[in-house]
């Protein structure tokens, strides 16, 4: 069985805290995800499931193929943050341990990597010169050291001296 996200361009979408009364943002939205051997059986499989979406206006449905059958433990979670949460960002959520910080990125942007042992996973916080904020979180299997020079092969060392105790 292959997995699929259906999405729709019909409808509206507004940003957190917005006080308008148009739409910010033209964009997509997720309706659901589905199983099924190719896309019309997933289709079927999502209307069986959420027959619900039958009492819905939306009309066309954009099916896509995803990758891994497990999608939600290989996703990567992108944040756009800006520098008035800076504080937050700096400590780790959730279960994560500062590894290495600092990592020169170019451009006045540094890096820091988290790993959480408990999720085997990595949270990269990347600080760019205007003080953005960017954060992404992946599986351990999907990090790729070489993207950090030595500091990569550095964080790895380090984590299993985490994994290992």
Same mark, same amino acid.
């Given at each position: 069985m292959?997995?699929?996200?259906f999405i729709t =361009?019909?409808?509206y979408t507004f940003?957190?805290?917005?006080?308008?009364? !148009?739409?910010?943002? !033209? /964009?997509?939205?997720v309706v659901g995800f589905a199983k099924g051997k190719d896309p019309q059986q997933a289709f079927q499989n999502l209307i069986q499931e959420n027959s619900n979406l039958l009492e819905t206006t939306f009309d066309e449905l954009i099916s896509i193929e995803l990758k891994h059958a497990d999608y939600d433990k290989h996703a990567k979670h @992108?944040?756009?943050?800006?520098?008035?949460?800076?504080e937050l960002t700096n400590q780790p959520r959730d279960n994560y341990k500062l590894i290495i910080s600092d990592i020169d990125a170019g451009g006045g942007a540094t890096i820091d990597l988290y790993y959480d042992d408990q999720t085997n996973k990595v949270? !990269?916080?990347?600080?760019? =010169?205007?003080?953005?904020v960017l954060i992404v979180e992946l599986a351990l299997d999907d @990090?790729?050291?070489? /993207?950090?020079?030595?500091?990569?092969?550095e964080f790895l060392r380090k984590i299993n001296t985490v994994r290992h105790c």
């Open positions: 292959k997995s699929y996200i =361009a019909e409808g940003q957190p805290e917005s006080t308008s009364i !148009e739409p910010d943002i !033209e /964009n997509c939205q @992108f944040h756009l943050v800006r520098s008035r949460c800076k949270k !990269e916080t990347k600080t760019l =010169a205007d003080k953005t @990090f790729h050291p070489s /993207n950090y020079g030595h500091q990569g092969v």
